[in-house]
């Protein structure tokens, strides 16, 4: 069973300044999608940045990027210039890659990341 | 309307209730599925259905029951629920040939059982 681990409950940054969110995941899959999730006060789960495990290039999103390192199985999310607006939880989350063109497959959700935004 | 909906947003019922949570996507998706977001545990996988037909069962209760009419709706029915079912319900829906398979989420209904 794949498995999802955030290691930092809550995490701080001064606004303007750059954070890293720590994500690191266990599965025997060679194929499969991470993504970073974002769900502030709202409790609106919303999607942040995605990465195939097949393409070596980090993906980037404006001002958030990851680093993904997969003989590691580590992919840590990266916000430069850090608004007021970013405060919220982060979650990574894993989904296997589907062959079989079933294509549905429930996403494994690590513990969340409660980032804080100082002003 | 455009995304995810569900409804209620909050829902308080007594043990003894029966209730049901509705999604419904309007983003022309084939899959969908229920979360369960309780204050101490990841979020966990209920339900996944695609192209209306149940194909992930995660081991869940019997008490909650899913139904999925067509790709647009998602129902959850709850009945005899006990206090620690008390969370978060998202529901999410996602193309099931997308390159991703990206899920979509809805605003979540909260649910109090008391």
């Known amino acids: 069973a794949q498995t999802v681990t955030q290691s930092q409950p809550e995490m701080s940054v001064q606004e303007a300044e750059t954070v890293t969110l720590s994500c690191t995941y266990d599965t025997s899959e060679s194929d499969y999608y991470l993504f970073w999730y974002k769900q502030p006060p709202s409790r609106q789960m919303i999607l942040v940045i995605r990465?195939?495990?097949?393409?070596?290039q980090n993906a980037t999103e404006n001002r958030f990027s990851v680093n993904f390192q997969k003989a590691a199985k580590s992919f840590s999310l990266k916000i430069s210039d850090s608004q007021l607006g970013d405060a919220a939880m982060y979650f990574c989350a894993y989904r296997r890659l589907m062959y079989s063109g079933g294509g549905a497959d429930g996403l494994t959700f690590g513990k969340g990341t409660h980032l804080i935004i100082q002003p | 309307e455009t995304g995810v909906t569900q409804t209620p947003r909050h829902l308080v019922m007594g043990m003894t209730n029966k209730k049901s949570l509705k999604c419904e996507q309007h983003?022309?998706?084939?899959?969908m599925y229920w979360y369960k977001q309780s204050a101490k545990k990841p979020l966990e996988l209920m339900f996944v259905y695609s192209l209306e037909e149940r194909v992930e069962n995660n081991s869940v209760p019997s008490r909650f029951s899913p139904e999925c009419p067509n790709s647009s709706h998602l129902f959850l029915h709850l009945h005899t629920l006990q206090p620690e079912d008390s969370a978060l319900y998202l529901c999410a829906s996602s193309s099931r040939l997308g390159v991703f398979g990206t899920q979509y989420f809805g605003p979540g209904t909260r649910l109090l059982v008391l």
């Open positions: 983003l022309g998706h084939n899959a």
């Open positions: 990465q195939e495990a097949y393409k070596q």
